[in-house]
């Protein structure tokens, strides 16, 4: 009798114990089971560090890659080079953040029939990006190196992420060999992986810290002669501007007014407003995290201040972000943050909707108007509005400064104002030179080519 009980009381023991493990198995699997299937390197659903399952399209519909039977790139060679950084190539050597997190969905696995689905209907990731704005925004940079970025400041959605150089994935050169300097850095996306020097795009944050902390800014004149002697150092500027108004000074882009600004609002206030824009800040979407800008004014001299406040000194600031910025100034100092995933189709259902989410409160309303005005007035009167015909863009141009005997960086950045069309954009062709001349030109074909996509789909 007794020898019964303690052989019962063990079996109870022992089944107690499998209940609770198959417990345990089922929480974990209701919960964790999406991870474990599409964990990295998992041989079902990877190829090198790249999913393999599951179609990509752009926003309307074109197919950028299928994985449902291997990892088949557009037939067309332009478009598997201009949106090859987005989806990853064949080897590894680039990944896809956006992708990669949305494996489960996109994968299509499910908690009741596993990995593979009764129709065997493979689910579909749709971008936002437009197939024929990256082919335009690549054939602009005409091999140059750089980045274009454009998005809808109020839904998010980023119609143009183009990194240069590139290649084509399915016709991979030798870049490990390559002595031409042509493929430095081709593993990384400069939209959202690098941060530049800005120049004087960066007078857009010294803009808004003035407009927002000295009262009569509006009504202020500065005087220009061409340098400006500041703690034994010399401010020199890219002309004789005489008189100016802040617009004009704005337009003309006078470094001795910028510095003066930045002298003025002091190291602190400097500091705050690049930390309150984002400059300093990475953002994070989709699974990407952009790499963060850089304002540090620890130790600086006043002349070294001023450089900061004209977008040099140590001054960095990432694309993706600063876009946001641009939206930010065009939408009343708010702006939507950016995503690249629409939505997962799977079956008969999304398995995933993007949502617009929005960014804190950047800067004054009454700010982002004044200084989208001064913008407005840089393309009318510097720039040329007939280099976008038909479009009410407002900009601001830079060329960033890199050192003697090097060609300097072509930066510019804005937005469309048009309820229609609210997109904000970024152009920065590396070693191109002035910023107006060289990004002026480029943005004009791509924002045409973002209004003709959005304009197809009604
Ligand atoms: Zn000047």
Redesign the pocket.
């Known amino acids: 009798m007794k020898r019964i009980s303690h052989r019962m009381v063990f079996l109870i023991v022992l089944v107690a114990a499998l209940l609770l493990g198959i417990l345990a198995f089922t929480v974990h699997y209701f919960f964790r089971s999406d991870d474990w299937v599409v964990f990295s390197g998992s041989p079902h659903v990877y190829t090198g560090n790249n999913l393999s399952s599951g179609r990509v399209t752009d926003r309307s519909g074109t197919l950028l890659l299928d994985s449902t039977d291997g990892r088949s790139y557009s037939e067309d060679a332009a478009l598997r080079s201009a949106t090859m950084h987005l989806l990853g190539d064949r080897f590894g050597y680039i990944s896809s953040p956006v992708l990669n997190e949305y494996a489960d969905e996109l994968v299509g696995f499910s908690k009741v029939n596993g990995l593979y689905s009764l129709t065997d209907a493979s689910n579909t990731a749709v971008l936002t990006i437009s197939a024929q704005v990256q082919k335009t925004a690549q054939a602009a940079l005409a091999g140059r190196k750089g980045t274009i970025g454009v998005y809808n400041y109020k839904t998010g959605e980023i119609l143009c992420a183009v990194t240069s150089p590139t290649y084509d994935p399915d016709n991979m050169p030798d870049v490990e060999n390559d002595a031409t300097g042509a493929y430095d850095g081709v593993y990384l996306n400069r939209f959202f992986q690098t941060s530049y020097v800005p120049g004087s795009i960066f007078k857009l944050v010294t803009s808004i810290a003035a407009l927002e902390n000295i009262p009569d800014i509006t009504q202020r004149t500065f005087t220009?002669s061409g340098t400006w002697e500041i703690g034994g150092d010399t401010i020199i500027?890219n002309?004789v501007?005489g008189t100016l108004t802040f617009q004009e000074a704005l337009a003309?882009s006078?470094?001795?007014?910028f510095g003066q600004l930045a002298v003025e609002l002091g190291p602190e206030t400097m500091t705050a407003y690049a930390e309150q824009l984002g400059v300093t800040e990475s953002l994070k979407f989709d699974g990407v995290t952009t790499a963060a800008g850089s304002f540090d004014l620890e130790g600086a001299a006043d002349s070294e201040i001023a450089w900061s406040g004209i977008g040099q000194y140590t001054d960095l600031v990432n694309p993706c972000q600063y876009m946001v910025l641009m939206g930010a100034i065009a939408n009343g100092g708010q702006a939507a943050i950016p995503h690249l995933m629409a939505r997962v189709e799977g079956g008969l259902t999304d398995r995933y909707t993007a949502r617009t989410a929005y960014t804190e409160t950047l800067m004054d309303a009454a700010a982002a108007s004044q200084l989208a005005d001064m913008m407005r007035y840089n393309v009318v009167n510097m720039y040329g509005a007939g280099q976008f015909p038909d479009l009410k863009v407002c900009a601001k141009s830079g060329t960033a400064e890199l050192g003697p005997g090097t060609t300097p960086n072509a930066t510019f950045a804005g937005f469309i104002q048009d309820e229609n069309y609210p997109l904000a954009f970024i152009v920065i062709v590396e070693n191109g030179g002035s910023g107006s001349a060289t990004c002026a030109p480029i943005a004009g074909q791509v924002l045409n080519a973002c209004v003709a996509a959005m304009q197809n789909e009604g």
């Open positions: 220009c500027c002309g501007h003309h006078c470094n001795v007014a």
